[in-house]
Each structure stands twice: as C-alpha cells, then as structure tokens.
C-alpha cells in the first residue's frame, strides 16, 4: 500500500477561479499568503505605464476634472507616479495645465494670478484662487517681475482702491524653474526671504513660500526617483477624445510637451478609438497611447492589434460611476484586470486598474492579478492637491467628486467620452458627490506605498514582476470570500472605533 502523501493542494489558481463564470470585485476574492524571505523594504514595486514609459511606483491619477489638473501632476510626477490631466475643458486650457506641471522639479504650485502696477484690486476673486499676486511690468507672466501681494497683505489693506503698484512687497530672490527643495531653502536662507520666484526663460513660473516649502519638507521621503523625462521636466499624461476635433486638441498637447495620451472612452473598442490609435501612433510615433476603456479580451485584442502601447481597464467599477447599472454592461474589476492582463502581457502591452481602489489591499489584488499600474479617482479626490475649494459638509471638510458620466460633468463636455455628445437625449452614467478631506496625496500616499509593500512580503512577491511570474506560474493561490468572511476580514465587532493607518 502507497502512504506517499498526496501534493498540497490548497486555493485556487487564478487561471480556475476567474474561469467559472462569476463577476469577481477586489472584495470578493482574497490570496493566500506565501513564502516570506526578504522584508518589506526591498520590495520593488517599479513598473511600466506603457511598453516604453516607466515608473517608479505603479500610481495613476485619474483624467478627472475633480481629481488632475496641475497641482495633481506635479505632485503624482514628484512621487515617482504620474497624472493624466483630464479634458474637459478647451484645448488651450488643458495645454497650459500640462505646462504649468512641467514647468517646476518641485510639487508646489500656487498657480499665481498676475496684474500690472497700475491695477486695482478689489475683490478676492482677482486672485482666481491663489495666496499671491504677482505684479509685472506687462500683467503677464511673461513681463519682468516687479513684487508681489499677498492675499492676506491685501486684506489688511484699508483703500481697496490703491494701485497694487503702492502697496505691493518687492520682488523676491530668484531660482531656475527646475531647482530642487533644498536649492529654494538655500536662497531663502541666504537672502533672509519668505519667498522665492521661479522664473524659466525669462518668465515667472511660480512664487514658492517659506510655509509652503516647510510644508513639503515635512512630508514622509520617498526613497523612488520622480517621473522625469529626458528634459529634464516631470512627466505628464493628458486625455483626449475619439472625435475628428480632438486631433486638434492632441496637436496642442503635443506642442506643451505631453509624455503620454490616454483616449478617454468609457467603451473603447469602437470603431472610433481604433481609427484614433492608428491616427496617434502615424503623426506622432513617438508618442506612447493608451486604450480603453475595456474589460474583455476580446476588447484587448482589438485594440492591441490597432497599436496600443496599453490597456485601460475597468467599466462601471468607480464610486461615482453607474454604467452598469444604466447600461447593464461592465464587469468586476478583478476579473475584467485578470482576463485581460491574460492577453496583454503576451503582446507586451502593460494594463492599467483603473477604477475600484478603496484602499492599498485593493491596489495589492489588482497588481497581483496582472495589472501594472492602478489608475485612482476617489482615492485621490479630496486631497489638497485635487481640483476645487474645501466646504463643509454636516460638520465634515469635503470637496466635490463628479463622475465623468455625470449630467454636471456632461456639460463641460464629457459626454463624448460615453459616445454621447450627438444624442439628442442625455442620459447620465455617473453622480456628483463628496469625498472627505484626506491632506496632501504627498503625505498619505508613501504610507499607501508602504502597506502595499507589506501585502507583496505576505504573498512572497519581491517586485511587481515576481506577482505576475508567481500568478502565472499557478504558485500564488485565491480564494472567494463569503459575505460573512468579509465582515470578518474588517473591523468588528466594536461598539466604536478609530481607524487610522499611519
């Protein structure tokens, strides 16, 4: 008789759990831990957001007019990120988004309104949103620098009437655009300044504060290198449509000096998207585009075989977004990210999650199960670095968070982005609403990098690569998770609680 026990068998490869016909989100499925032999630190989570532009974490924000605009992008880039800078907004406008993030090596942007000596300040509005306004001889950004108001300088102002040229401080010491936080430090030190002007060919980039600077020093070190391209600027990514008028748009993206586009379509293999990727990769082959949205390999394959350098994945899986409940089409993101990773890596093409991240266990099931980068909205929104002012919302500080698909959002433009700016009728596939106040993404987003770390150790991934060779290899394991077990994989049983995670 053979007492020879039998192989270990315990879990589910991903290749028999995704194949049975079921609709798996992040929640509802779980891995299994493996063999530990390194610690957490020397994980490297390094990527590639396409075939030929990487990073030094696997972190995208999302093209959202309540998530990336300038202050997002500077701020993702300096992280070892990046952000797509979303389009809804005329063509110009987005440009000189994209400009201003590249414009500066440092995440401080205060986005200054300028005036001429002679003008007269007497609203707050003149300061469209900024702590400072700078005078120049023109009123332009491109005029030679003359001193500069500080909002709360021109509070205290008695004669609202004054000419800001009577009132205005001095002009501060001056730094190259592309100076570092220590090289700002160093001049404000050295010239005893509470300030100091960035100026790039000539023309004022910013005015970066004392206050602002110890801020960002303050902020948790990353040991990850800054997504810097070969000039030496950050790296930003922009949105652009499927439509005959977005080559325009892509023509003024590519003259500010866009790293990469992203065609933004809530349903991307149409005829449409396919005509566009072969248009990008034609005029500007230089120029990495990304696909999407898709959550099928059929999808995949399409939009693989017209060129796509990557994959967005993710249909009706975002908190504000309600196509699959409108439309009755979508998928679980965990699913759509495992079967269509399952096709890309074959072509090279990396996938990007996007949609359905809560927390950093998620980004960690999405990158275990084939993505290389995971693209977030409501887990940036909110942030300091977001687009919009904080309110107060019942006693909470929030800011606005809109879905693309929303009838608000469709308004500026987006509904081309659901193939639905020529239909008479406008049907909504997102919400408007609220996300809490989370600080700047600079401090809460290493601590994020930190646990997904820590949740590559317990699965025995060194590296993102290491993830994907273990869940191809059929050595990393998955269960699915009753309803009970996921109350039982959270915080309960308590008659309250704080949770903090650093």
């Not at 990487?54 to 924000?61: G, Q």
Request: aromatic share 6%; glycine share 10%; proline share 4%.
């Amino acid at each position: 008789m053979d007492f020879t026990p039998p192989p270990i068998e315990d879990g589910f490869t991903a290749e028999k759990l995704f194949s049975q016909g079921f609709s798996y989100t992040y929640d509802d499925v779980i891995f299994l831990p493996h063999y530990i032999d390194f610690p957490a630190d020397a994980v490297d989570l390094s990527t590639r957001l396409t075939r030929r532009l990487p990073l030094a974490v696997p972190l995208v924000a999302s093209p959202m007019d309540t998530v990336s605009e300038s202050a997002m992008a500077a701020a993702m880039a300096s992280l070892g990120g990046i952000a797509v800078v979303h389009s809804n907004l005329p063509a110009a406008s987005q440009a000189a988004i994209l400009r201003a993030a590249k414009s500066r090596r440092v995440p401080i942007l205060s986005n200054p309104a300028f005036a001429a000596p002679s003008a007269v300040v007497e609203h707050n509005d003149d300061f469209a949103g900024s702590p400072f306004l700078l005078v120049t001889d023109t009123g332009t950004a491109r005029g030679r620098l003359l001193g500069y108001v500080a909002k709360h300088d021109w509070a205290n102002q008695t004669d609202k009437g004054s000419k800001v040229g009577e009132y205005m401080a001095p002009p501060p010491a001056a730094a190259p655009w592309n100076a570092d936080l220590n090289r700002i430090g160093e001049i404000m030190e050295s010239e005893k300044s509470c300030a100091v002007a960035l100026e790039r060919d000539g023309e004022v980039v910013d005015l970066v504060a004392r206050e602002e600077l110890e801020r960002v020093r303050g902020c948790p070190r990353l040991a990850a290198a800054a997504t810097v391209g070969a000039d030496g600027e950050f790296m930003v990514g922009a949105a652009v449509g499927t439509r005959e008028e977005d080559k325009e748009r892509l023509e003024h993206l590519v003259k500010a000096g866009v790293n990469v586009v992203v065609l933004d379509s809530s349903q991307g293999n149409s005829s449409y998207q396919l005509e566009m990727v072969k248009y990008v990769k034609r005029v500007y082959p230089e120029l990495d585009v990304i696909g999407g949205n898709v959550v099928t390999m059929y999808q995949a394959e399409n939009l693989i075989q017209a060129g796509v350098d990557g994959l967005r994945v993710g249909m009706g899986s975002g908190s504000i977004c309600t196509t699959q409940e409108v439309c009755a089409v979508g998928r679980g993101q965990a699913t759509a990210v495992y079967k269509v990773s399952s096709i890309a890596y074959k072509s090279g093409v990396p996938v990007i999650a996007d949609g359905g991240i809560s927390n950093s266990g998620h980004i960690v099931k999405a990158l275990s199960l084939g993505a290389s980068t995971v693209m977030m909205g409501s887990f940036l929104a909110g942030s300091l670095e977001a687009p919009g002012a904080y309110v107060y919302q019942n006693g909470q500080r929030v800011k606005k968070y809109r879905g693309m698909g929303s009838l608000e959002a469709m308004t500026k433009g987006s509904d081309a982005r659901y193939l639905g700016d020529t239909a008479k009728l406008k049907i909504a596939q997102g919400v408007v609403g609220a996300v809490k106040d989370k600080g700047s993404v600079l401090n809460f987003i290493p601590y994020t990098l930190q646990a997904v770390r820590q949740g590559f150790q317990d699965i025995g991934a060194s590296s993102l690569q290491s993830a994907h060779d273990l869940l191809r290899s059929r050595v990393l394991r998955l269960e699915v998770r009753t309803g009970a077990a996921q109350v039982e994989g959270g915080v309960h049983g308590l008659v309250s609680y704080e949770k903090k995670y650093y």
